[in-house]
């Protein structure tokens, strides 16, 4: 995952130093499948980061992201925010533990490895063998 453009209206055009350790958007993809609950957690946290965004005159785009599959990832418009804001680093700090907490309570280590592979260019997208939502089986249930 290289660094790709920050466009902002502050800012101008640059690059940013940041990169996906894991991808949070399949991983968020399947707790929203396993969970009534996660989505009520971590809808209003977007809401609160676009808003914030906006604030700060960042540009967000749901196309954005190194890879056609990043669509919708908010990676990017976070670590905008990180750099600009600190009033957003210090909630971060707060909610970022309790959120990816609640997030691998969801998840299977393999799950996770995915991820990490994925976000790392070593594996294969996992979003064309991600089931729909509504499709994904519990974690620790019986096929």
């Known amino acids: 995952m290289n660094a790709s453009p920050v466009k902002s209206s502050d800012m101008g055009e640059k690059q940013t130093d940041h990169r996906c350790s894991s991808c949070t958007l399949y991983l968020v993809h399947i707790c929203y499948g396993r969970s009534f609950w996660f989505p009520l957690f971590r809808e209003p946290l977007v809401a609160g980061m676009k808003l914030l965004g906006s604030l700060h005159g960042i540009e967000y785009s749901a196309v954005e992201g190194p890879n056609k599959e990043c669509k919708g990832c908010l990676r990017h418009l976070k670590n905008r ?5 600190p009033l957003f680093i210090f909630i971060n700090d707060l909610v970022n533990p309790v959120f990816n907490s609640l997030r691998d309570s969801l998840l299977d280590r393999d799950e996770k490895l995915v991820a990490k592979g994925f976000a790392s260019g070593s ?3 996992p979003f064309t063998k991600c089931p729909p939502p509504e499709r994904v089986i519990q974690k620790g249930s019986p096929l």
């Not at 925010?81 to 804001?85: A, F």
């Open 81 to 85: 925010l990180k750099d600009c804001s």
């Open 123 to 125: 594996g294969a997208s």
